[in-house]
Nanobody, 125 residues
Framework: VQLQASGGGLVQAGGSLRLSCAASTRAFSAYAMGWFRQAPGKERDFVAAINWSGISTYYADSVKGRFTISRDNAKNTVYLQMNGLKPEDTAVYYC???????????????????WGKGTQVTVSS
């Protein structure tokens, strides 16, 4: 499975960006999807995840209420809508996939099966 993320860029604090991740698989609905991010000199951290049907979503405490993850199984695409961006959101954002048809998702950096190449998000103060 190949994952292609897009939508990153430079935005002022308080602004919004929408990341997209297109998956090259006909079995997209068999996968839980997620987003992680990695700032320079830091570990890759979990941001958000969504189960195969889109019913269950999970967020890191640092982004709750500001970010929204969603998916369109007909388009093999997962999205991350980021509002109220802060300078501390600056990082490379990675799309991820894990084969899982359950309602619950426990996505960690070690359980992920496929990673996208990442897209840079920079938030200026």
């Amino acid at each position: 499975v190949q994952l292609q993320a897009s939508g990153g860029g430079l935005v002022q604090a308080g602004g919004s960006l929408r990341l997209s991740c297109a998956a090259s698989t006909r079995a997209f609905s068999a996968y839980a999807m997620g987003w992680f991010r990695q700032a320079p000199g830091k570990e890759r951290d979990f941001v958000a995840a969504i189960n195969w049907s889109g019913i269950s979503t999970y967020y890191a405490d640092s982004v709750k209420g500001r970010f929204t993850i969603s998916r369109d199984n007909a388009k093999n695409t997962v999205y991350l809508q980021m509002n109220g961006l802060k300078p501390e959101d600056t990082a490379v954002y990675y799309c991820s996939a894990e084969k899982n048809r359950g309602e619950k998702v426990t996505l960690t950096s070690t359980s992920v099966e496929y990673w996208g190449k990442g897209t840079q998000v920079t938030v200026s103060s």
